[in-house]
């Protein structure tokens, strides 16, 4: 069965950072591309970045609005994606979520406040 | 940046309805276009991948259509447990893009 499981999320201060994770299992995690998709309260998905798998180069794309702060990184020896999210804004407080497309972790919340 | 938009963004619908779900691209996609539903303080849930192939273990009342810049999602006759929020997505051109979600409820 597959698995994706979140952790790493709390709360923390406006301009500080924190280190997302995600353990997968079940499946060929290095194979894969990782993708993370956030939810801001009461709001729809966004999606955050992607991390191709190393056959397609490991590359990592992100969206705009995250682009020059978070970075996703995997370790396929563990089965785990990162994201490291730095600089945090109010407007970044979200549920942070890892997915392949396919199956979706339960997420982290990511509640950034002073 | 590919623009999805869907359609309604809400609707009331009783069970046993039939129900379809509008997503439109302001590019074309092909087929890389994914139907999602979300529960409330759940994951959302792959129901439809590549515009039209049913996700394993989903049932046979969803089916998507669809290719280039306009997508259906169609629940054949309306369960309880289909009431939810649905979310089609782009994986066609980065940055990839989810639409605003069309909210299903009970009449």
């Known amino acids: 069965e597959v698995q994706l499981v979140e952790s790493g999320g709390g709360l923390v201060q406006p301009g500080r950072s924190l280190r997302l994770s995600c353990r997968a299992s079940?499946?060929?995690?290095?194979?894969?591309?990782m993708s993370w998709v956030r939810q801001a309260p009461g709001k729809g998905l966004e999606w955050v970045g992607i991390i191709r798998s190393k056959t397609f180069g490991g590359t990592t794309e992100y969206a705009a609005s995250v682009r020059d702060r978070f970075t996703i990184s995997r370790d396929d020896s563990k089965s785990i994606a990162y994201l490291q999210v730095n600089s945090l804004k109010t407007e970044d407080t979200a549920v942070y979520y890892c997915?392949?497309?396919?199956?979706w972790g339960q997420g982290t919340l990511v509640t950034v406040s002073s | 940046d590919t623009q999805l938009t869907q359609s309604p963004s809400s609707l009331s619908a009783s069970v046993g309805d039939r129900v379809t779900i509008t997503c439109r691209t302001s590019q074309g996609i092909s087929s890389y276009l994914n139907w999602y539903q979300q529960k409330p303080g759940k994951a959302p849930k792959l129901l439809i991948y590549a515009a039209s192939n049913l996700q394993s273990g989903v049932p046979s009342r969803f089916s998507g259509s669809g290719s280039g810049t306009d997508f259906t999602l169609t629940i054949s006759s309306l369960q309880p447990e289909d009431f939810a929020t649905y979310y089609c997505h782009q994986s066609y051109r980065t940055p990839f893009t989810f639409g605003p979600g069309t909210k299903v409820d009970i009449k």
């Open positions: 079940g499946f060929a995690f290095g194979d894969y591309a």
């Open positions: 997915t392949d497309n396919y199956s």
